[in-house]
RNA sequence: GCCCCCAUCGUCUAGCCUGGUCUAGGACACAGGCUUUUCAAGCCUGCGACACGGGUUCAAAUCCCGUUGGGGGCACCA
C-alpha cells in the first residue's frame, strides 16, 4: 500500500490572490480528491520586506470564495504543523546544521556590494550568471570563527560543479540538467529566515508531501533541491509542473497586461463556478460524456481528472471564454439563486423587492454576461429615463409630429384597457399600427425607447406589465413631450 | 549571454504515449442566415490549424534530429 497522497498549495502573501494560485489550488485539490488525499495548504511568507498580513486573509477568502477547500493549514489546523514557514525557524536552523556538517552547504561572508558587482561583470563578459564560489574555498573552521565574531553571513547550497542532476517531471517527462549551470542557492538569510529553496524542501519532507504539483516557474529551481533531498537522504517527491497562464502577448499572466486578482473577477461580477469551469478547462480537461463537455461542476471535472491529462503548452487567459461560461452559468442559475447573488454582491440597487425581483429578473437574465452588467440592463425598471434621444425615438423616414400622434394612439389604447398583460398589450399595439400603416419595428422601438430610453430591452410588452400600468402611461406621456 | 520548457484553427483544446479509422473533431471568438417588436438566447452555415526542414517507415499531426518561433529561470523574491 503506497503512502496516502499528500498535496499542497504555497502561496506567499505578498499581494493580490492570483488567479494563477487558484489555478494550481484547483489541480492541487483534484488530486487529492480524487485519490482520497489530503490537501495541505502552507504560507510562505519568509520574504518579510514584502510580507502583508492582509494579503494572507485575502488569498484564504479568494480561494474558499471559489468552493477550494484543504485540509490542513495555518487556519484549520492538523498534525505537521505550523504551516506558516515564520513560524518553523527552528525547524530550518536544525536543519542547516545537518547540511553544513554534511558539507552539503557552506556560510558566505560575501557583500551585496560584491555580489553586485560580481554579477555585473559576468553581464558583460558574456559569461553565465552565478554565484562566484569565493567563499565555498575558505575552510569550515575559519567561517565558524567569522560567524561567531557577528560577521554576517548567508548559507549557500554547495551545487557539484560537475555531472547532471534529472528527474520526472509529470507531464514533460525526463528533464536533465547540468549541474555546471546550477547555482549555490543562498539558503538561509542574513535575517536568519530560509529562502523558499530550503524551506519548501523542508517543509514537503515533514508535511510528507507526496507530489508537488506547482507552477512552471519552478522547473529550473528543480535541480537545487533535487541536491536538498539528497543530501538530507531524503526521498524525492513526485513532481508536476503546471504551464504558466499567459497574457494574449503570450508572456506570464501579469497584472500590468491584464487583471489577475481574483478578487478583480468577482468585483466584475464573474460567478465562481465559472471561473473555476474556466481555470479547468485551461491546460486540458473536458468531461466525456456530456452534450456540452466543456460546462461542468467542480465535483464532476475531479471526477474525470488524472495527472496525466495535463499538458505542458502555456494557454492564454482569454476572457472572451470566461465571459461566455460565465453566461451560460447565469441563464443556469435558478432565478432566486441569481437574485441572491446580486443581492449578497452588491450588484442590485437597494430598493429591489422580492416582488419586483421576480417580475425583472427572467427578463434580463439571459441577457447577462456578468452579474454586473445587472445594473445597467435594468436600469430604467427603477427610475424613467432621465432624457429620450428623438433620434432614437422617431422612426427613420417619420417626423416627430406622427411619432408623437403615435404615442397618443397608444396611450389612448391603452389606458381603456381592462387587462394588463403582454399579449393584450401587444395586440392593441399592433392594430395602432395597422392604423398608421406603420411596420411593427417602428411601432414597438417608439414605445420601447419611450418607455426605456434605450433600444435594446427585453421584449417592450413585458417590460410594461413588470412597470405596471401607471409607471407605463407615465412614461409614455413625458416622452411624448420631448 | 547561459540553462530549461513548449509548439494542432485568432483563442482553449481532442487526436500524439500504443504511427494507418484525420479530406484533423469540439468549444470560444468572428462572419452570414434563420427566428424575431429591439437586444440577448437558441438553431444552421461559413471562415479557420498539424511552425519549418530533414530523417525512420509501405504509411507521420503522431517516432527521431535540426531550425525557427514563443515562454520561463538565472536575487539574501517567492
Request: charged letters at 30%.
Amino acid at each position: 500500500m503506497a503512502d496516502p497522497v499528500r498535496v499542497r498549495l504555497a502561496p506567499s502573501p505578498t499581494g493580490d490572490p492570483h488567479v494563477g494560485t487558484a489555478y494550481v489550488a484547483l489541480h492541487n485539490m483534484a488530486w487529492a480528491k480524487k485519490n482520497g488525499g489530503v490537501f495541505v495548504l502552507r504560507i510562505e511568507d519568509t520574504d518579510r520586506t514584502r510580507y502583508s498580513p492582509d494579503s494572507e486573509r485575502r488569498i484564504f477568502e479568494s480561494l474558499r470564495w471559489l468552493g477550494i477547500r484543504w485540509d490542513e493549514g495555518p487556519d484549520v489546523g492538523g498534525d505537521f504543523g505550523p504551516y506558516r514557514q515564520s513560524e518553523r525557524l527552528a525547524i530550518y536552523k536544525e536543519h542547516c546544521e545537518i547540511l553544513l556538517a554534511k558539507s552539503a552547504a557552506y556560510l558566505c561572508f560575501c557583500t551585496a556590494e560584491r555580489l553586485d558587482w560580481m554579477r555585473k561583470d559576468q553581464m558583460r563578459r558574456g559569461a553565465q550568471v552565478g554565484y562566484d564560489g569565493h567563499c565555498r574555498m575558505m575552510p569550515p573552521e575559519e567561517a565558524r570563527k567569522k560567524q561567531s565574531a557577528g560577521e554576517p553571513c548567508v548559507m549557500r547550497l554547495a551545487v557539484p560543479r560537475e555531472g547532471e542532476t534529472e528527474y520526472h517531471d509529470i507531464p514533460r517527462g525526463r528533464i536533465v540538467f547540468k549541474n555546471a549551470a546550477v547555482d549555490d542557492q543562498v539558503l538561509l538569510k542574513t535575517d536568519g529566515f530560509p529562502t523558499y529553496h530550503l524551506a519548501n524542501v523542508v517543509d514537503d519532507h515533514l508535511m510528507k508531501i507526496t507530489h508537488i504539483i506547482r507552477a512552471e516557474e519552478w522547473l529550473s529551481s528543480v535541480p537545487k533541491h533535487i541536491h536538498l533531498y539528497r543530501a538530507f537522504g531524503w526521498p524525492i517527491p513526485k513532481m508536476c509542473h503546471l504551464s504558466l497562464l499567459r497574457s494574449p502577448d503570450r508572456s506570464k499572466l501579469s497584472k500590468r497586461k491584464n487583471p489577475t486578482s481574483i478578487e478583480w473577477y468577482r468585483q466584475q461580477g464573474f460567478l465562481p463556478e465559472a471561473i473555476v469551469n474556466f481555470l479547468a478547462l485551461m491546460g486540458s480537461a473536458m468531461v466525456a460524456g456530456k452534450e456540452e463537455p466543456e460546462v461542468f461542476s467542480l465535483e464532476e471535472w475531479i471526477q474525470g481528472f488524472d495527472l496525466s491529462k495535463i499538458g505542458a503548452t502555456g494557454p492564454i487567459f482569454d476572457i472572451k471564454k470566461l465571459e461566455w461560461l460565465n453566461g451560460v452559468y447565469m441563464r443556469k442559475l435558478p432565478s432566486e439563486t441569481l437574485a441572491k447573488r446580486l443581492v449578497d454582491e452588491k450588484f442590485s440597487p437597494p430598493e429591489l423587492t422580492g416582488e419586483k425581483f421576480q417580475k425583472i429578473l427572467p427578463l434580463v437574465q439571459e441577457r447577462l454576461k456578468r452579474l454586473s452588467e445587472f445594473k445597467e440592463l435594468a436600469d430604467f425598471f427603477f427610475a424613467a429615463p432621465a432624457s429620450i434621444e428623438p433620434a432614437l425615438l422617431i422612426p427613420k423616414g417619420r417626423d416627430s409630429t406622427s411619432t408623437r400622434q403615435a404615442l397618443e394612439k397608444i396611450l389612448d389604447r391603452w389606458k381603456g384597457l381592462t387587462e394588463w398583460s403582454a399579449g393584450v398589450l401587444e395586440a392593441s399595439a399592433v392594430e395602432v399600427m395597422q392604423q398608421l400603416g406603420w411596420k411593427k419595428g417602428e411601432i414597438f422601438m417608439a414605445i420601447r425607447v419611450a418607455i426605456t430610453g434605450k433600444t435594446a430591452t427585453p421584449p417592450i410588452c413585458d417590460v410594461c406589465v413588470a412597470l405596471g400600468r401607471d409607471e407605463t402611461l407615465r412614461r409614455i406621456e413625458n416622452a411624448q413631450k420631448c
